[in-house]
């Protein structure tokens, strides 16, 4: 083990030492290509999983998730509905306090489930909690809350008919049906629950209703509350193309929305417009081409609007994280990402917090190499390399990522920042043996060979 540790260490010195490190960049490429992989991938192809006790370091946040044990197994029906009424009397004034209620019906309005692959114990999920719903219209036969759940959930369940592999047109029809009743019975009981109009224009989009309907439901949920950002992004939905729309009309109204953000100070009503990119992403290979892109400027002026206002937002700041990661903005991600720390929450993008945490680590090795990358003078072979500051600036940002995550590559990257131009050994010694400690083996043939 000493001697292979000494041949290893004697070629990654010889290696930093000459001068020719810059030959080598494409190894690192290649390792930031391979780190910073979706956790689904990088776990299939090197058959491992992270330990609980890597995970056990993030702080559990409570969520809307909570709510669905104290409906559907404590059946506090009371405790809703005190909550749902003080939502409601600071719904207009408090978008997020709106955002937080459109949350809580959206989790009620489900079950745990949803896989898109109908079986009987989605059928008994969902009669366990109707049943428990019926029950509250029972109880509370003045409230408009339950009739709103309920006709959710139905109108989740519809399309869990429409969208396994057993798909039931027959089925899914009669529970969007029902799903329209429970709803109009919900604003008969209370017309001022902008969610109940919001869940309707979502039945009609799936009923392919009329225009007319649809705008009707949508004018009704204005009524309700004018700055509901649930009602704008479904009615963004039905300018799809594939509900008779277009790309055109989903950029306009995206791009009208975040203007009214701006003009009401309401910030959160400009996420209309990122739903519009999440969608244009989808379907930008279809044949339905937009005149006009969404640029990175509007996405970054939409987030930081809403994090100026709202800057203990920590859900928005995931969003970003994602929003800046899947664009390649590094260091935007790596801002976001200091900022949660070791926090976690449910209800993500980052399904499942393995993904975050891998992607978390990942990101630093990738900003460690864009940034090292950015300054590779040649130098003849043998020449002292001079330390500018991007070098100093990549140099810590491995180690992060090896704490995280302990990977070869990490250690091995910093090892080769830390070597430029700088004659004490003592740092590439300890990155080198971490290496090894990491993957004692193939080092000398897998990363400083050839």
Not at 315 to 342: C, N, S, V
Request: neutral net charge; aromatic residues 10%; proline residues 5%.
């Amino acid at each position: 083990m000493y001697r292979h540790r000494y041949l290893a260490l004697a070629a990654l010195l010889a290696l930093l030492s000459s001068g020719c490190y810059s030959a080598h960049l494409s190894r690192w490429k290649r390792g930031a290509n391979a780190f910073s992989t979706t956790a689904s991938a990088q776990t299939k192809a090197n058959g491992e999983t992270l330990s609980a006790d890597v995970l056990a370091r993030y702080q559990q946040l409570p969520d809307a998730d909570q709510w669905f044990a104290v409906l559907y197994q404590q059946q506090n029906f009371a405790k809703i509905e005190t909550f749902v009424q003080q939502s409601l009397d600071k719904e207009h004034e408090d978008e997020r306090i709106s955002g937080n209620l459109s949350q809580l019906y959206a989790t009620l309005g489900r079950w745990p489930q949803r896989n898109h692959h109908h079986t009987s114990a989605d059928t008994q999920a969902f009669q366990r909690q109707k049943a428990v719903l019926d029950q509250w219209i029972a109880d509370y036969p003045d409230s408009h809350i339950p009739w709103l759940i309920r006709g959710s959930l139905q109108r989740n369940y519809a399309w869990e008919h429409r969208s396994s592999r057993q798909a039931n047109d027959l089925k899914f029809r009669r529970y969007l049906q029902q799903s329209q009743t429970d709803l109009e019975q919900s604003t008969v009981l209370n017309p001022s629950d902008p969610n109940s109009w919001n869940q309707l224009l979502l039945v009609a989009k799936g009923l392919s209703l009329s225009q007319n309907q649809m705008d009707h439901y949508y004018q009704q949920g204005l009524v309700a509350s004018l700055h509901h950002l649930g009602l704008r992004t479904s009615r963004l939905s039905t300018l799809y193309p594939q509900w008779g729309g277009s790309w055109d009309r989903v950029i306009t109204f995206a791009r009208t929305s975040r203007d009214h953000a701006l003009a009401e100070d309401k910030p959160r009503l400009g996420i209309t417009l990122l739903v519009a990119v999440r969608e244009l992403e989808k379907k930008h290979h279809g044949n339905h081409v937009p005149r006009e892109v969404i640029t990175w400027s509007e996405i970054q002026e939409v987030y930081q609007r809403i994090l100026a206002k709202y800057p203990d937002d920590l859900r928005m700041r995931y969003d970003y994280a994602d929003e800046a990661h899947r664009k390649q903005h590094y260091a935007e991600t790596l801002q976001q990402f200091e900022i949660i720390g070791d926090r976690w929450t449910t209800g993500l993008s980052w399904t499942p917090q393995e993904a975050f945490h891998r992607v978390r680590a990942s990101t630093y090795y990738r900003l460690a190499y864009e940034t090292y990358g950015q300054e590779r003078p040649e130098f003849p072979q043998g020449n002292p390399q001079p330390t500018n500051s991007l070098t100093k600036m990549s140099e810590p940002l491995p180690l992060p990522s090896a704490e995280l995550w302990p990977q070869a590559q990490a250690y091995l990257l910093r090892a080769t920042i830390s070597s430029k131009g700088n004659l004490d050994v003592a740092p590439v010694v300890n990155d080198e043996q971490q290496t090894l400690t990491v993957q004692p083996t193939g080092m000398k043939a897998n990363s400083l060979s050839q």
